[in-house]
């Protein structure tokens, strides 16, 4: 006699979208246990500004993985888990995972190119004073990092709005339904907002987010050119 049982919960999320959530959470339980060690793992996997002693290549993948907080980590795989696992089960499992890579690389270049703009200049100095403490450059320049997922997920918050348009999303603290395309755009327009509002209590990347969904734009709108041709998934 065969018997049946219902697949648990982690086994109905599409595999590249549960594999990002089940990654991201032992990689923010590592940063947690050997934040009681002399292992840096943000100093290791973050991503550096690409002129400093601590960049090394591999953090371009590596820093999408890693989180600073409980609620930081949280709300981007909670929109992994909303948006990203109807978009692998309308493409398919190796275009979603392109596609995440690409956007969260994407993202971190970005990045690169506004730290860039405004440290470059630095290189014409041995130190900088940061309040009234004189701080060696090329220590200075190691400080910039970032970390987390959230350039990914503007991608496929973008796909979302490009692929569902008119699906209602609701907004925790706007209780009121907006358009998945009103939404996004709404989304984008705040990010620019803040990236060159450069608040001085704001320390969130906005601009990697804003690199997250010009690179998932693009990558949505050539695919559909694309698929047009062969018979698309859209």
């Known amino acids: 006699m065969n018997s049946y049982q219902k697949p648990g919960f982690l086994n109905s999320i599409p595999p590249v979208t549960r594999n990002i959530i089940i990654i991201n959470v032992i990689a923010w339980l590592a940063t947690l246990a050997f934040s009681r060690t002399n292992i840096d793992l943000v100093r290791m996997f973050g991503l550096h500004y690409f002129l400093s002693s601590d960049f ?3 953090q371009l993948v590596t820093y999408m993985f890693l989180h600073g907080s409980w609620a930081h980590i949280f709300f981007n795989m909670f929109a992994v888990y ?3 696992q109807v978009i692998e ?3 398919n499992t190796k275009r979603f995972l392109i596609f995440y890579l690409i956007t ?3 993202a971190g270049l970005v990045q690169e190119f506004v730290w860039f703009l405004n440290l470059h200049n630095l290189s014409d100095y041995q130190f900088i004073t940061d309040g009234q403490v004189r701080i060696p450059v090329g220590e200075y320049l190691n400080q ?3 970390i987390g997922a959230s350039g990914a997920v503007f991608g496929i918050l973008i796909a979302f709005g490009i692929m569902f348009p008119n699906v209602p999303l609701m907004l925790i603290f706007l209780p009121i339904p907006i358009k998945a395309k009103y939404f996004v755009v709404l989304y984008g327009l705040v990010e620019l907002f803040m990236g060159f509002g ?3 209590w ?3 990347a906005h601009f990697a987010h804003l690199g997250g969904m010009l690179f998932g734009l693009i990558m949505v709108l050539y695919w559909r050119k694309k ?3 062969n018979v698309g998934y859209f």
């Open 56 to 58: 090394k290549i591999y």
């Open 82 to 84: 909303m948006f990203g």
């Open 89 to 91: 089960n309308s493409w």
């Open 104 to 106: 969260g690389i994407g």
């Open 144 to 146: 910039f990092v970032t």
């Open 198 to 200: 450069n608040f001085g």
């Open 202 to 204: 704001d320390n969130v």
């Open 227 to 229: 698929d047009k041709k």
